[in-house]
């Protein structure tokens, strides 16, 4: 499967928790078996967001 998906990273204890979102298309039974024991599949329920678009840089305080 190529990884085009949407990928965010976040820190956790002792390293960073990093996600991979898969097409809509992908369920849980149909997705790829992860070849490390460290990769976790889990199924988010659907949400609304909202998002704001930025083009300045990144700053802790942005």
């Known amino acids: ?3 085009t ?3 965010t990273q976040t820190a956790a204890p ?3 928790s990093v ?3 898969l097409p809509k298309d992908v369920t849980l039974a149909s997705a790829p078996e992860p070849l490390d ?3 976790k599949l889990r199924e988010v329920p659907p949400s609304r967001v909202a998002v704001i678009r930025y083009s300045g840089l990144w700053t802790e305080s942005n």
């Open 19 to 21: 996600q991979f979102v």
């Open 5 to 7: 998906a949407p990928v």
């Open 37 to 39: 024991t460290r990769v």
């Open 1 to 3: 499967m190529e990884m």
């Open 14 to 16: 002792g390293g960073f």
